[in-house]
């Protein structure tokens, strides 16, 4: 199916620890893609806020974005926001960063349980994956609880390396009560999932989440969602966008979110 509007929520410059290019770099390529929007959503792992000095590395992404932002005035809307990883872990640096920077979108994240280095890391040979799975939809029913984002980024996360990489297969009907709530907390609240598609063009081979969690999130009362590619790289820019937005479709959405000043607003998909 062809769209017209393609909106990419969740990329990355070379600001965030593991990307490649620089936000005008990104910018030139998308708009010679002819994407209608790019959020940029550099890292900050509020867990690592002081030793890894991520102050100064966001302030740093938002000043390259504003100028990205002067330069490309035309058919790309440019929007600041940030990937912030672990903020229940320190709510007091996640609430300081967020009232000193304006982003337009905030993408919660969790990519590690407290004290442990990011899944991707994990030897899964002698991991507990049932226990990790549970601690991990725990700290995400603690993040939503905190709530102070605008769209719940992967949220299957752990699965790109358990089940794309690792190959060891999940039943996540194991933890539909952990999930729902966590779906339900973003209704409640009014916050997006986002459907993340960077699994698409890895070993996972789907989306974080797949479609039956974005069915469950319809059903639930579900009004927004975020598509993302995760690009780190300006050729995944869009990657896999529009297989994103038929998913959204085929599980009742009408419309895409894409937020601006933390408000949302509503594109429709056809």
Same mark, same amino acid.
């Given at each position: 199916?062809?769209?017209?509007?393609?909106?990419?929520?969740?990329?990355?410059?070379?600001?965030?620890?593991?990307?490649?290019?620089?936000?005008?770099?990104?910018? @030139?390529?998308?708009?010679?893609?002819?994407?209608?929007?790019?959020?940029?959503?550099?890292?900050?792992?509020?867990?690592?806020?002081?030793?890894?000095?991520?102050?100064?590395?966001?302030?740093?992404?938002?000043?390259?974005?504003?100028?990205?932002?002067?330069?490309?005035?035309?058919?790309?809307?440019?929007?600041?926001?940030?990937?912030?990883?672990?903020?229940?872990?320190?709510?007091?640096?996640?609430?300081?960063?967020?009232?000193?920077?304006?982003?337009?979108?905030?993408?919660?994240?969790?990519?590690?349980?407290?004290?442990?280095?990011?899944?991707?890391?994990?030897?899964?040979?002698?991991?507990?994956?049932? @226990?990790?799975?549970?601690?991990?939809?725990?700290?995400?029913?603690?993040?939503?609880?905190?709530?102070?984002?605008?769209?719940?980024?992967?949220?299957?996360?752990?699965?790109?390396?358990?089940?794309?990489?690792?190959?060891?297969?999940?039943?996540?009907?194991?933890?539909?009560?952990?999930?729902?709530?966590?779906?339900?907390?973003?209704?409640?609240?009014?916050?997006?999932?986002?459907?993340?598609?960077?699994?698409?063009?890895?070993?996972?081979?789907?989306?974080?989440?797949?479609?039956?969690?974005?069915?469950?999130?319809?059903?639930?009362?579900?009004?927004?969602?975020?598509?993302?590619?995760?690009?780190?790289?300006?050729?995944?820019?869009?990657?896999?966008?529009? @297989?994103?937005?038929?998913?959204?479709?085929?599980?009742?959405?009408?419309?895409?979110?894409?937020?601006?000043?933390?408000?949302?607003?509503?594109?429709?998909?056809?």
């Amino acid at each position: 199916m062809k769209f017209n509007k393609i909106v990419d929520t969740h990329v990355h410059t070379d600001n965030s620890f593991d990307g490649n290019h620089s936000a005008t770099f990104m910018c @030139e390529t998308a708009e010679k893609m002819g994407l209608r929007a790019v959020v940029f959503t550099d890292h900050v792992e509020i867990d690592l806020f002081k030793s890894e000095n991520y102050f100064k590395v966001a302030k740093q992404a938002y000043f390259e974005v504003a100028k990205a932002r002067s330069a490309f005035r035309g058919q790309l809307l440019i929007c600041a926001g940030v990937e912030l990883g672990q903020p229940a872990y320190d709510t007091q640096e996640a609430d300081r960063l967020l009232n000193t920077l304006n982003y337009d979108q905030v993408i919660g994240t969790v990519h590690n349980l407290r004290g442990q280095p990011d899944f991707y890391f994990l030897d899964y040979n002698v991991t507990d994956v049932h @226990e990790t799975l549970l601690q991990y939809f725990e700290e995400l029913k603690i993040m939503v609880d905190w709530g102070d984002f605008d769209t719940l980024g992967h949220l299957t996360y752990p699965l790109r390396y358990i089940q794309g990489d690792r190959q060891i297969p999940v039943d996540l009907s194991r933890y539909a009560r952990q999930i729902d709530y966590i779906l339900k907390g973003l209704v409640e609240k009014e916050k997006a999932l986002e459907i993340n598609t960077s699994g698409l063009r890895q070993n996972l081979k789907d989306t974080m989440p797949s479609a039956d969690i974005v069915r469950r999130f319809k059903e639930l009362g579900g009004q927004y969602i975020t598509i993302g590619s995760d690009a780190h790289r300006a050729d995944h820019l869009g990657a896999g966008v529009r @297989e994103g937005m038929t998913i959204a479709q085929e599980c009742g959405f009408d419309n895409v979110t894409l937020f601006q000043k933390r408000e949302p607003v509503q594109i429709p998909i056809k």
